[in-house]
């Protein structure tokens, strides 16, 4: 057997193992390191994704365990983005591409963000100028529960109005960052899984359900979902001084 045909025999668990413990000796994950794990991520099947996902947070609760504090938090953020990137470039080459169109107040929205939020194992991020609907904060603290990575990104004008869920769900251990700059954090989209984006008009609250005429598409193209988690990247990064 050759050494290439004997790795690809290996469980996939452990040959994740070994590419993670590796980019932990120093903390830093280096070019090729990156690139070997890119290969592993890039291979894997819908259904591997959370198996990796899975080695991920137990090297970091490890890595916490041992008092690793931020910078263990900072080496799983840079391996998911990777998981998440790879993802991407897999369904990208494999995938065809469906779209929602809806509607309020005549569409359920409510229950399609939900059922999206439900769905997803691997990460929710979320990126709303406001969110007040308790239906949809209640679907994302139970993702946040069975352990999905969740993220959510508002604005610090609306946090704290009345009925806000923003703060609740960082008490609750959803990662939360605000905009706090003069202008307004105006977005209402998030990002399941990597595969599936789901932006519009409409704002994540009661109001938005019962009165307004708002729209939101939901659609799994590749190269709309990369554009969408890519913008949410460089926006956690910009507001990562004014939140957690």
Not at 120 to 137: E, G, P, Y
Request: proline share 3%; with cysteine.
């Amino acid at each position: 057997m050759t050494r290439e045909s004997h790795r690809a025999a290996r469980p996939l668990a452990e040959r994740i193992d070994e590419l993670l413990d590796r980019t932990l000796d120093d903390g830093q994950v280096s070019r090729g390191e990156r690139s070997a794990l890119g290969e592993v991520f890039e291979s894997l099947t819908n259904a591997e994704v959370p198996l990796a996902q899975s080695r991920v947070f137990a090297r970091l609760r490890s890595e916490l365990a041992r008092g690793g504090g931020e910078p263990a938090i900072a080496w799983c953020t840079a391996i998911l983005d990777l998981l998440t990137s790879r993802t991407i470039a897999r369904l990208a080459r494999t995938g065809s591409a469906r779209h929602e169109a809806w509607f309020s107040p005549d569409d359920a929205c409510p229950r399609r963000i939900v059922q999206a939020i439900d769905a997803a194992r691997q990460s929710i991020d979320v990126c709303v100028f406001t969110l007040t609907d308790d239906r949809i904060a209640a679907a994302l603290r139970a993702a946040r529960d069975r352990g999905v990575a969740v993220r959510l990104i508002t604005d610090d004008d609306k946090s704290g109005d009345p009925g806000s869920d923003a703060e609740a769900l960082a008490r609750a251990g959803v990662r939360v960052r605000m905009d706090r700059t003069p202008a307004h954090m105006h977005h209402k989209f998030a990002v399941f899984d990597a595969r599936l984006v789901l932006t519009g008009s409409y704002n994540w609250t009661r109001s938005a359900d019962r009165d307004n005429r708002e729209n939101f598409v939901v659609s799994d193209d590749p190269a709309l979902v990369r554009r969408f988690h890519e913008h949410f990247a460089r926006l956690w990064d910009e507001f990562g001084d004014g939140g957690s």
